[in-house]
């Protein structure tokens, strides 16, 4: 009980402050007359500039548990406001763009990484960034494919300053598109990287199209798995080679890898779409999720300088920016051969 009391005590700063980042985003987007930027935008690049000037140490863990959990506890809540049936639906129609992103970052970014001088490691850590979730995937697949912390870095960089470039043109390009809420989702939730880019990216657009998206995107999440158990026989199999007199193993714990927050998620859609959940609870819930969504922009914005960026360095930066290219020309391609567009 008293850790418990000790750990709740230093994550409270960092966690109100970016709330307080969150009301004062979500006040200056009420102020501006045509929606062209929203809350979760302002609150990541308020995040990002307070940062360069002013972040106490004993704001980080506060920050740290904003930025992880309270982000995933928000996509949870937004499950009880959303129908089973609907992302059912939703995973059928982006099954097919999603296997050709998936197909364009990892057999493209082969050929590119390799045109780069890049190591096959940091190469394919930028491909699962931009393929699948950004950090989470980078994280998760480092360990299997022994990445030193360099190579995590640099991919890390590589993806999140696209994503910060993708969250600002998205909803630009999707209006001078004229795409509908349904078609701008799909293409963010499959195009854009990281989820919380996901979410700014979508809301951004709309209600609507942040809904799709991140429905879309937690489908897109579920490729994690196999892709890391991929990467780990891959692995595996360089392995036995260079050392074909030493005896290679490696446990993968399959539970550790599954994103638990698209559980909570599904598990709370199954209640609601049982009826369990009253209308009006939903919509709150909904509210809650999207505020707290910014909450958690502020703190990663707070864990943001701009000059980290600067670490990545030409060719990954460069690949980085290739795939992140061809992923959205192949996204919005796709959807206009599905007659979506």
């Not at 609907?86 to 992103?101: A, E, P, Y």
């Not at 699962?128 to 190579?151: E, R």
């Not at 942040?210 to 026989?233: C, E, H, Q, W, Y």
């Not at 779409?273 to 919509?283: A, L, N």
Request: glycine share 10%; net charge positive; aromatic share 10%.
């Amino acid at each position: 009980m008293k850790n418990f009391m000790i750990k709740t005590a230093k994550v409270i700063p960092g966690f109100l402050v970016a709330v307080v980042l969150a009301v004062i985003s979500r006040f200056i987007e009420g102020l501006i007359p045509i929606h062209v930027i929203g809350a979760s935008v302002i609150a990541l690049l308020l995040g990002m500039l307070i940062n360069n000037f002013w972040k106490p140490a004993w704001l980080s863990d506060g920050l740290k548990f904003t930025s992880k959990k309270i982000l995933k506890f928000a996509i949870i809540l937004l499950g009880a406001s959303l129908s089973v049936n609907v992302i059912i639906s939703v995973g059928k129609i982006s099954l097919v763009v999603m296997f050709f992103t998936l197909l364009t970052c990892f057999g493209g970014g082969h050929f590119i990484g390799k045109a780069l001088g890049l190591n096959w490691k940091i190469s394919n850590l930028i491909s699962a960034g931009t393929g699948i979730c950004g950090g989470s995937a980078i994280a998760a697949i480092a360990p299997v494919i022994d990445a030193k912390d360099s190579d995590i870095a640099y991919a890390m960089s590589a993806t999140f300053i696209f994503d910060m470039a993708m969250i600002i043109l998205f909803p630009i390009m999707g209006r001078l598109l004229g795409l509908s809420d349904m078609a701008y989702g799909l293409w963010a939730g499959t195009a854009v990287n990281d989820t919380s880019s996901v979410v700014a990216a979508g809301y951004a657009y709309s209600e609507a199209a942040g809904d799709f998206s991140t429905m879309v995107k937690l489908t897109r999440t579920l490729s994690i798995i196999p892709t890391v158990i991929v990467f780990a026989f891959i692995n595996l199999r360089i392995k036995s080679k260079e050392n074909a007199h030493k005896e290679q193993g490696s446990k993968i714990n399959i539970l550790s890898l599954f994103p638990w927050f698209i559980v909570g998620f599904i598990a709370l859609s199954i209640v609601n779409s049982v009826g369990f959940i009253p209308e009006q609870v939903g919509i709150y819930a909904k509210d809650a999720s999207k505020f707290l969504m910014v909450t958690a922009l502020a703190a990663i914005g707070l864990n943001t300088r701009f000059k980290d960026v600067k670490k990545a360095g030409f060719a990954p930066m460069m690949h980085g920016f290739i795939i992140s290219a061809l992923v959205v020309i192949v996204a919005i391609g796709v959807e206009w051969c599905m007659g979506l567009v």
